[in-house]
Structure formats: structure tokens, C-alpha cells
């Protein structure tokens, strides 16, 4: 009646193999999740990583939390990360600036939840952090019950592959990103559904959506709103990294935006 799996600041390596973790937590407490994943805890393998959570009924499904920019996670092959608590809380939970980075596969991040997914980290599918030249995509699907679908906290998802973000929410925003440096980037297509929600997307702050070198496509819906912006960032189709909303582009896809509210 405790967490399903729970790691505090240890190191997990494999070579070649996959790396598989899966908990479930039946605890009725406010602390107990699926997959817990704490402080200077780091993942590494030059193979794939599957985490799995089914929260207990007052918590997460999928937790990785501690010190900002420590217990980072970096493989090579595909990470797949499931958050599961469909009546009580948050499906996945990534907080403090973790690094989540797949060097050459894909990422794929599911929460079912009240709250689908929080996340204030960075998930990169690529060769480098900040502008990959090779590597995989981004998948996210996340559903809030009564809450937010995904909420992007000054964490980023850069890709060098393609990005796609399906979200839906009840009673709140569907995708809602803001916090310093919140972005969402890729040299490929980047396609946002957000809908069911009060509002579809909302971003606030600096925050980015940005593609270098494919289309952009958003599809936003919304009791109150359909897209709502209020950022000195933007939506950007366009090659230019050094200001991207200002700067005229030389190079870059289209962008489609179809808003009902």
C-alpha cells in the first residue's frame, strides 16, 4: 500500500538492453505513486527505457522530482513513459529541470489523470540539447478528467524529428505552457491538438513553439476560448533561432492555426 517503485538518488545502467520499470501503487496516502523517482537518481543505456505508473488513489502515476538539473536520464534507443491515476491526480509528474533525453530514438510521454501531465523538464530527442542535428521525435498524449491536459512549466520538448502534442482537458486549459524558457522546438513538423478545455492552448511569458525547418499545425478548441496568447514569444515556422519572432526567416514550412471557441 506504499509506492510501486520507488528510487531515491541511485544510478540505473544497462549496455545494449532495454531498460524496463513498472509500479502500482493501491495506497489510499497522498504520497505514494506508481513509479517514484527522486533527487540525483540517473537512468543511462545505449538501449531503450519503458517507466510505467499506476498511481495509488491521492497521487501520481509516473513522479520524478529533487534538485533542479540533477538525476538526469539519458539513453539511446526510445524512451516510453505511461502515468496512469484516471480519478485522483496527476497521470505524470516531471518537476525541477530533469534532463530526459533519448540521443537517437524516440520519446513517447502518456498521463491520464485529473491532471494529465505536469512537467517542468526537459525532454530532448536528439544528438544535443538545444539544437539537435539528428535524432528522433516527440510524442505526447495527455488526458485531464476535471483538470489541465498538459501543462508545460518553463520545461521544454526539442526534437530533431517530428513533435506532436494531443491534449485535453476538463474545466481547465487543454495545453497550457508558460514559465521562463518554456518551448516547444523541432527541425521537422510540429502538430498541436488541444481541445475540451475551457481553452485549447494558452501560452504566457517568453514561451516558444517553434519549428526550423517544417510545419506547424494547431488545432485549438475551448468553452471560453479557443487559442489564447499572451507572450513575447509565439507560434513560429521559420529557420531564424536568434530571434525568431522578429527576424525575417530565409528558410521554413507553413503554419495553420484553427481556433474555435
Known sequence: VWNGVR?????????????????????????????????????????????????GSANYGVWMYGTAGTGNISVAGNININGQ???????????????????????????????????????????????????????????????????????????????????????????YVHGTGAKVSSASDITVNATLGTWGLTMYDNTLIQSTGGNISVTSNGTAGGLYLNTTGGIVASNNTTSPTTATPTSGGTLAINATG
Open 7 to 55: 528510487i531515491n538518488s541511485a544510478g540505473i545502467s544497462a549496455g545494449a538492453g532495454l531498460i524496463s520499470i513498472t509500479g502500482t501503487s493501491n495506497s489510499p496516502g497522498t504520497s505514494y505513486a506508481g513509479v517514484r523517482i527522486e533527487d540525483a537518481t540517473a537512468i543511462t543505456s545505449s538501449g531503450a527505457l519503458t517507466i510505467s505508473g499506476t498511481g
Open 85 to 175: 491515476n484516471a480519478s485522483r491526480n496527476i497521470g505524470v509528474y516531471l518537476d525541477n529541470s530533469r534532463l530526459i533525453q533519448s540521443t537517437a530514438g524516440n520519446i513517447t510521454l502518456t498521463g491520464v489523470g485529473t491532471y494529465g501531465v505536469y512537467s517542468s523538464a526537459s525532454l530532448v530527442a536528439g544528438n544535443n540539447t538545444t539544437t539537435p542535428s539528428s535524432g528522433g521525435g516527440i510524442t505526447v498524449n495527455a488526458t485531464g478528467n476535471s483538470g489541465i491536459g498538459v501543462e508545460l512549466n518553463s520545461g521544454t520538448l526539442i526534437a530533431y524529428g517530428p513533435v506532436s502534442v494531443t491534449a485535453s482537458g476538463s474545466g481547465n486549459h487543454s495545453f
